[in-house]
């Protein structure tokens, strides 16, 4: 018996067939990685995948907050961990396609060497607001006008080198040839005091954040960056009705470390779209400003692609160095 035992197991590894069965995965708790602080749009979003993925998938999903390093220290974890779906990502614009063109060739990771795009989830809309009481325009044709008569006299406020908000702004003067003085903070919530009181007079930051200020009459909202007009307020026009092809938004997206299996992925992706096309997820986050997105893997890498190049030419035609 020992001896027919011992045959079997030589004949399965001779025709190549596993000698155990790996279990489906996932087999334990995994991990989600959200390189900021709790409570920020991408918390938020980790949190309510998280759940889901729970109820779905039968294990728990625990999300797992790593700030510092405008989110490189989140992310360069994510990609040393054991690539076997066990330890995701929900990673911002500035992560995959502006720091690692930001920081050059020393940065710790290059986003689609080392990492496997899952699915994009969210855009975050940045909207041109202005202080009414220092600029007098009212559109953006407006804007244009008075910002080539006051060249360096007006300030945009953003928060940080190389975050959208900043890259918003010199997408603006690149395209419209306009010029204006930037203020990096340590953050949007920074910023918006000095926004208000007139210390900046223009900034590009995200729809969260500003609207309940341009609701209350204190900022003036002239257009949205995203490409076509959205939801929470079809009349704002978008600032590529004046500046054809002007796009500057912020979005997350689940990622992987890149030699994570193709089938842990995919089922992954398949899960994810799902819950962000049901109607609860998508009234949610656009109750948070926010436009839920669903796309494959494959989309979601031509994606970073896309955005890498389109903000490679803005920091290199703008000459914008870390700080």
């Known amino acids: 018996?020992?001896?027919?035992?011992?045959?079997?197991?030589?004949?399965?590894?001779?025709?190549?067939?596993?000698?155990?069965?790996?279990?489906?995965?996932?087999?334990?708790?995994?991990?989600?990685?959200?390189?900021?602080?709790?409570?920020?749009?991408?918390?938020?979003?980790?949190?309510?995948?998280?759940?889901?993925?729970?109820?779905?998938?039968?294990?728990?999903?625990?999300?797992?907050?790593?700030?510092?390093?405008?989110?490189?220290?989140?992310?360069?974890?994510?990609?040393?961990?054991?690539?076997?779906?066990?330890?995701?990502?929900?990673?911002?614009?500035?992560?995959?396609?502006?720091?690692?063109?930001?920081?050059?060739?020393?940065?710790?990771?290059?986003?689609?060497?080392?990492?496997?795009?899952?699915?994009?989830?969210?855009?975050?809309?940045?909207?041109?607001?202005?202080?009414?009481?220092?600029?007098?325009?009212?559109?953006?044709?407006?804007?244009?006008?008075?910002?080539?008569?006051n060249p360096d006299k007006v300030s945009f406020g953003s928060a940080g080198v190389g975050t959208t908000q900043h890259l918003a702004g010199e997408l603006f003067m690149q395209r419209t040839g306009v010029k204006m003085v930037h203020i990096p903070y340590r953050g949007s919530s920074a910023m918006l005091p000095d926004l208000l009181s007139g210390s900046v007079e223009l900034a590009f930051d995200n729809v969260p954040l500003l609207l309940p200020q341009v609701k209350s009459g204190k900022l003036l909202a002239l257009a949205v960056a995203t490409p076509e007009r959205e939801a929470f307020d079809k009349d704002m026009p978008t600032v590529a009705e004046f500046v054809p092809g002007f796009e500057a938004t912020a979005w997350h997206g689940f990622l992987a470390p890149a030699a994570t299996p193709d089938a842990v992925v995919e089922k992954l992706s398949t899960e994810i779209q799902a819950f962000m096309k049901a109607p609860e997820t998508v009234k949610k986050m656009q109750e948070l400003g926010m436009t839920p997105i669903s796309t494959t893997p494959a989309q979601f890498t031509d994606l970073i692609k896309s955005m890498t190049v389109q903000w490679k030419e803005v920091i290199e035609k703008g000459n914008i160095k870390p700080q």
């Open 1 to 149: 018996m020992v001896f027919k035992t011992i045959a079997a197991a030589c004949l399965s590894l001779a025709l190549g067939a596993p000698a155990l069965a790996q279990p489906a995965y996932p087999s334990k708790p995994v991990t989600i990685v959200v390189p900021f602080t709790a409570g920020g749009t991408a918390d938020i979003i980790a949190r309510l995948a998280a759940e889901h993925l729970h109820k779905k998938l039968g294990q728990p999903f625990v999300v797992e907050n790593i700030g510092g390093g405008g989110g490189v220290s989140g992310v360069e974890k994510v990609v040393k961990s054991a690539p076997d779906g066990y330890t995701l990502v929900l990673a911002s614009t500035s992560n995959l396609a502006v720091h690692p063109t930001l920081y050059g060739a020393k940065f710790p990771y290059q986003t689609l060497r080392d990492l496997k795009p899952i699915t994009q989830v969210s855009v975050v809309p940045n909207v041109l607001v202005i202080n009414p009481s220092k600029i007098p325009a009212r559109t953006v044709p407006d804007l244009i006008t008075y910002l080539k008569a």
